[in-house]
């Protein structure tokens, strides 16, 4: 099945679109203090429910946490995240992850 050259197009420019506003983060990015606060649960839950993780979290040098990432595709896609670093109780950095992609995928 040959799709025509403007549904094509049509197709493109609204998957684009609607890639684009899924993954460009907000004009208002998360403070601080609710980035860490959401590190935190994220990686308390993770080592209540998971001994392997529990036990390398307790081994590493530091533990790069992001609590929430966005993603959305059709037939082009990206994601996006802000994370932060701890070592120990200590942040010692903040951390976003941008990544794009094609191919047959579809969902949010």
């Known amino acids: 099945m040959q799709i025509k050259r403007p549904v094509f197009l049509m197709l493109f420019i609204g998957t684009l679109a609607a890639v684009s506003f899924g993954t460009i983060p907000s004009p208002r990015a998360a403070t601080p203090e609710d980035l860490n ?3 935190d649960q994220a ?5 209540s429910t998971n001994p392997f993780a529990a036990d390398l979290s307790k081994k590493a040098r530091a533990v790069l946490i992001f609590p ?7 037939i ?3 994601a996006y995240g802000e994370g932060v670093m701890k070592q120990g109780s200590k942040v010692i950095g ?8 094609w191919g047959f995928q579809a969902g949010a």
């Open 76 to 78: 082009f896609g990206g």
């Open 37 to 39: 606060k959401d590190a």
């Open 94 to 101: 903040y951390y976003n992850s941008v990544t794009a992609s």
């Open 43 to 47: 990686l308390r839950i993770l080592t």
């Open 68 to 74: 929430n990432i966005v993603k959305a595709g059709l």
